[in-house]
């Protein structure tokens, strides 16, 4: 057997000397059954002919069965070290009638970045019927990056086939460019999977026109889609403040929240000149206000304290209580000596704004006002006869870390023994202060309420112990109201568990329930949404809603 693997080795060398391409082809159907060390040294002579000698030689050996993979490997590695200077022959065998390695060339044309195999790839993509090599094709056409074929990778994103849609999504992230932006963008009609892979294509391309269609997604209909979009803009940082902040001048309630959100959560400084521009403009929605101060607290800047003081006094107690939030994390000393000048007025407004600060938590402004005895006095009567029982537990943990005993004793001495409610309500919402607010009002409702931030963890809770009724808000990341909701009637009937979904009217209508859209009413029937609340509502509203579904007279 050596002596007959060392006659083929000296007659492959002759005919590569010779370059007798034909007969040292012939010699390689016989490549598999010489051992590995000859395989290697017959890549060797390989490796040292001329390419047009090579290249063939190499061909046919893809296309052979070879058992080692270090052989296979190396095989491969000496396709592509070959084919850098050949992208003629690269071509030929793409176009060729060969189908067997078909695969594997147009593989190499894109590696390597092959531009003059760009129109024999888009042939195949006219022509071929075979998923494999049509995948292949059009992955090739997006590495090599030429946007002249974005046009016909594009139709792919509208076939009934997942896979080679996927593939023109990736394609066209790469190419980048106008064109490959506005097919991606002319593809967003509602099927969600492939639009959350587009969303993510425009993230990746990051120019000026993706990160303006980006933010325009946050008016989008389709809520999936504009969650994420508000998730990759979040992800991106700064770099997407200019475009995001252009929509606070949009007449859309909706996308003004939505991009006030998303300003908020990216964190910067920078965002601020936009926001106190919405301020400024006074806006009537109270939805709006809320964004506004919920975004400023994320962005704590002195140039703020005026701007911020207006919202303490706002006649929705919602929007108050993000304001007094929003101060707390501003505070300075113009603001502290404002909300002294409200307190020391000895009014109404006195008492509602001492009220707020402590339901918000805000720690700050309380140990600073605490100087104040009229302060004390509204203190001490919303601690002891309407905070929430965990509210108060905190300001006197506050009292103590100060050494202030005498308010804090006095507070104990008063503090009515704690109430069994018969009735627990969760509320479910991804801002911590929409839970203060739901944690105050049901309390003042005379209602037990149990508060997550994180819907994984109210599903949690639910498996262990069933409420009574629960809230939950509709616009939450990873797990939105209406998977909430869907993942609730798999453990409780509607007449069992009621769900009350706080949203608006134009969010929920967009939703998608097990991919299927629906209107308003549709969608609420499929999920088992008991009954829907929108924003804002006021306290009447929320007792109202509740009472009708747990049955109590009013």
Known sequence: MEQNEKDFLEELKYCVGKKDIVKACALLQFFSEISAKSQGKVLFEILKASDKVAYPMLERLSRTEVNDPLIKEKITELIYEKSYHNSALIVKYIRGRDRENKGLYIRIAGDLKLKDALYALEDILLKEKDENLLEASITAIGKIGDPSASTTVAKFLHVDTTRLQLAAVYALAEMGGASAIKKLCESLTGDINIGLVIVDALAQIQDHLALEKLTELLSSQFVDLRNAAIDRLIELGPKAIPFVAENLKSDDADTIIHSLNVLGNIGDITALPAILKVIYSEPENANVRFAIYEA?????????????????????????????????????????????????????????????????????????????????????????????????????????????????????????????????????????????????????????????????????????????????DLNMPEI???????????????????????????????????????????????????????????????????????????
Do not use: C, W
């Open 296 to 472: 400023m607290e994320r962005l704590p800047s002195s140039k703020s304290a005026i701007s911020l003081a207006q919202g303490l006094t706002d006649p929705v107690g919602s929007v108050s209580m993000a304001a007094a939030k929003a101060i707390d994390k501003n505070l300075s000393t113009v603001l502290v000596a404002g909300l002294k000048n409200i307190v020391e007025a000895g009014d109404k407004q006195s008492e509602q704004v001492v009220a707020t600060l402590i339901d918000s938590g805000a720690d700050n402004a309380f140990n600073f006002l605490l100087e104040s005895k009229l302060f004390q006095e509204y203190a001490f009567n919303h601690l002891i006869d309407k905070a929430h029982p965990d509210t108060v537990s905190h300001f006197l943990s506050i009292l103590k870390k100060k050494g202030d005993k005498a308010l804090g004793k006095r507070i104990k001495a008063a503090i009515k023994p704690a109430e069994t409610y018969k009735i627990r309500i969760m509320a479910v919402d991804d801002s911590k202060m929409m839970l203060k607010i739901y944690m105050r009002k049901l309390h003042g409702m005379g209602f037990e309420s149990e508060t997550h931030e994180f819907p994984v963890q109210a599903l949690s809770a639910l498996r262990s112990s069933k409420p009574d009724l629960v809230i939950t």
């Open 480 to 554: 939105n109201g209406i998977q909430l909701s869907e993942e609730i009637r798999k453990l409780y009937s509607s007449k069992e568990l009621p769900i009350i979904m706080i949203t608006t009217q134009s969010d929920i209508a967009g939703q998608s329930v097990s991919s299927d859209k629906g209107t308003t009413e549709n969608i609420v029937k499929k999920v088992g949404i008991n009954l829907v609340l929108n924003k804002p509502f006021e306290d009447k509203d929320l007792r109202g809603a509740i009472n009708t579904l747990l049955h109590i007279q009013a």
